[in-house]
T-cell receptor, first 109, second 113 residues
Framework: ELKVEQNPLFLSMQEGKNYTIYCNYS?????LYWYRQDPGKSLESLFV???NGAVKQEGRLMASLDTKARLSTLHITAAVHDLSATYFC?????????WGAGTKLIIKP | NAGVTQTPKFQVLKTGQSMTLQCAQD?????MSWYRQDPGMGLRLIHY???????DQGEVPNGYNVSRSTTEDFPLRLLSAAPSQTSVYFC????????????FGSGTRLTVV
């Protein structure tokens, strides 16, 4: 069975702190996505990771992919309130996206 | 450039009614797919298409039909609505190859009573 597991599922943190969200998946894939979703809104693409060792950064967010370990991470540096949202990882298996359950991130001033 | 357009944004159906959720994209993307999102869960794939005339089932296809007669349009049909189909539905598309992610529509919030 294809599984994508995110942890933690809920994260409350202070502004200025660093933290990492983990995404483990159970089958071989060389394409992994990170998305952000605000309450009641659609999904916004953050990162597309295509190969082992891929690392991408945008502002305070950095994503990486280890295809051998079947693990991706989303690292948040010096969090700010605007990053409060739910973050999803999704693994692409032959044009079918298998999604993690999402990490709800709340950043307190 | 409108991206991925979904209509309607909200819909209430009675059990047993049928309806079609519309999805259109103007980016000439080959790949299109439909997902449902239930509270506290990630998205689940209903049906997908890798090009005009080609469709396939995803993880939760029962109760839904799709067709892809053109590159631009990928409608999702609910055959006989059930309360279990109450959900938010998202349509997504992406071009083949490269480092592109999927572009999502704004979603359709469906309630079946």
């Amino acid at each position: 069975e294809l599984k994508v597991e995110q942890n933690p599922l809920f994260l409350s943190m202070q502004e200025g702190k660093n933290y990492t969200i983990y995404c483990n998946y159970s089958t071989t894939s060389d394409r992994l996505y990170w998305y952000r979703q605000d309450p009641g809104k659609s999904l916004e693409s953050l990162f597309v990771l295509l190969s082992n060792g891929a690392v991408k950064q945008e502002g305070r967010l950095m994503a990486s992919l280890d295809t051998k370990a079947r693990l991706s991470t989303l690292h948040i540096t010096a969090a700010v309130h605007d990053l409060s949202a739910t973050y999803f990882c999704a693994v692409d298996i032959n044009y079918q996206l298998i999604w993690g359950a999402g990490t709800k991130l709340i950043i307190k001033p | 450039n409108a991206g991925v357009t979904q209509t309607p944004k909200f819909q209430v159906l009675k059990t047993g009614q049928s309806m079609t959720l519309q999805c259109a994209q103007d980016m000439n993307h080959e790949y299109m797919s439909w997902y449902r999102q239930d509270p506290g869960m990630g998205l689940r794939l209903i049906h997908y298409s890798v090009g005009a005339g080609i469709t396939d089932q995803g993880e939760v296809p029962n109760g839904y039909n799709v067709s892809r007669s053109t590159t631009e349009d990928f409608p999702l049909r609910l055959l006989s609505a059930a309360p279990s189909q109450t959900s938010v539905y998202f349509c997504a598309s992406r071009p083949p190859g490269g480092g592109y992610g999927y572009t999502f529509g704004s979603g359709t919030r469906l309630t079946v009573v």
